[in-house]
């Protein structure tokens, strides 16, 4: 198997002329790990719905290529079409009509006659129904720690089991695991399926004349009572779990024209798209859900910082405020200081003006942040309980 290499430009340009299921295909890979190469290369993908609104001419705008003149070497798997290039052509064959498909087919699934042999799964189930009670409709009394999910009467029972023991088989057949429920696993994804059986309505034709003597008389408004029955007719389909929409895969398969044997093919094809698409989109929504938690974190870090800035700015804004009340402090302790000398001629230093003034640079010192502070009984802890000791926290400097 051989490998090419691609150019950032080549494969952007490749994600937005089809859809990435498809080109993935194309390069044998699954459409999760081209997400991830894209995703490497910082390639844009088209958004979800791109496809189908493109259909009716709306679709999304592409979204332009980042860094385009920082290329670099991509290597990728080298296209099924190419491999097909080197690979000797075949001997020339008679035509077949339309059974000569370009496309791979995967041989059809054959439903064996006995369950001689059968999965182990299969045989546990057989000894579990095959002695179960039914119900009013004749239907097996599924037990609850039953390994298959099978609803049908004991008639069609070896049918059931037959259809399960060959897609569980198939489904191991091409590498994918299995487990009771049924479930199969493709990709870390489980998808359960079941078995069970349609129910027909029987009319029985009642007595013209009710039976007075008997002393069962019961009105009723028809000559007709209704009763269901199995029909026979067994439905397969994918048990709930799963979002089916996302891929739109069929989900039930019926007897019909066709009995469901000749389904089994397109039973597992839509079991391993849908659980295709269902890895693809937990991958998508795990990835989401990381990009969710980095921006909540980058959106606290940011927050945090906001606030460290803004208390630091307030401390500023605090300290420069001091300082101005400071500075008119002591302009207005010298003014004091003026008139008292005008009025009286000197200060004594031991005078109680000498000690206010004291007192008064002692504060406008408390109140200077590029002065040391003095120690002041404005700085004990008088407890929060104490009606002053509030008023003075209140009313303490910030430094």
């Not at 189930?125 to 009670?133: D, I, P, Y």
């Not at 009394?141 to 399960?164: F, N, Q, T, W, Y």
């Not at 906001?306 to 500023?316: C, G, I, N, Y």
Request: glycine residues 6%.
């Amino acid at each position: 198997m051989g490998t090419i290499t691609l150019t950032r430009k080549s494969l952007y340009d490749q994600v937005w002329s089809e859809p990435m299921l498809h080109l993935a295909k194309r390069y044998g890979i699954s459409n999760v790990g081209l997400a991830k190469i894209c995703r490497k290369h910082d390639i844009p993908r088209p958004p979800r719905g791109h496809w189908a609104k493109l259909q009716f001419g709306k679709a999304s705008p592409q979204t332009p290529l980042p860094h385009a003149d920082e290329d670099c070497a991509i290597e990728m798997r080298e296209p099924l079409e190419s491999r097909e290039d080197h690979v000797a052509p075949p001997s020339p064959q008679p035509p077949v009509g339309k059974a000569c498909a370009k496309k791979h087919v995967d041989p059809k699934i054959i439903v064996a006659e006995t369950l001689r042999n059968a999965h182990e799964l299969v045989n546990r189930a057989k000894h579990q129904l095959q002695n179960a009670t039914t119900d009013e409709n004749a239907l097996i009394v599924v037990p609850e720690d039953s390994v298959l999910d099978i609803c049908v009467s004991k008639g069609r029972l070896h049918r059931a089991l037959l259809l399960i023991d060959a897609l569980l088989k198939a489904a191991e057949e091409r590498g994918h695991r299995v487990a009771k429920g049924p479930n199969i696993e493709v990709q870390g994804i489980a998808i359960p399926f079941g078995i069970k059986e349609q129910l027909r309505t029987i009319q029985d034709e009642q007595p013209e004349e009710p039976d007075l003597e008997a002393g069962h008389y019961a009105f009723g408004h028809s000559r007709f009572k209704k009763r269901t029955s199995p029909s026979g007719r067994l439905v397969l389909s994918l048990a709930d779990g799963v979002s089916y929409w996302r891929c739109r895969c069929r989900r039930s398969w019926s007897d019909g024209i066709r009995p469901v044997e000749d389904y089994l093919n397109s039973v597992l094809r839509n079991i391993i798209d849908l659980a295709v698409h269902e890895s693809e989109f937990q991958a998508e929504k795990q990835r989401q859900e990381q990009e969710r938690r980095q921006q909540e974190r980058r959106r606290a870090e940011l927050r945090d910082l906001f606030k460290a800035e803004r208390s630091r700015v307030d401390s500023l804004l605090r300290q420069a405020e001091n300082w101005r009340k400071s500075r008119d402090l002591r302009g207005y302790i010298e003014a004091s200081r003026q008139k008292h000398l005008a009025d009286s001629g000197a200060t004594e230093p031991s005078g109680e003006f000498g000690k206010w003034i004291d007192w008064a640079t002692q504060q406008a010192d408390r109140l200077d942040p590029l002065t040391e502070s003095p120690p002041s009984i404005l700085d004990e802890d008088m407890g929060e309980d104490d009606e002053c000791a509030q008023g003075f926290s209140r009313s303490r400097y910030d430094r």
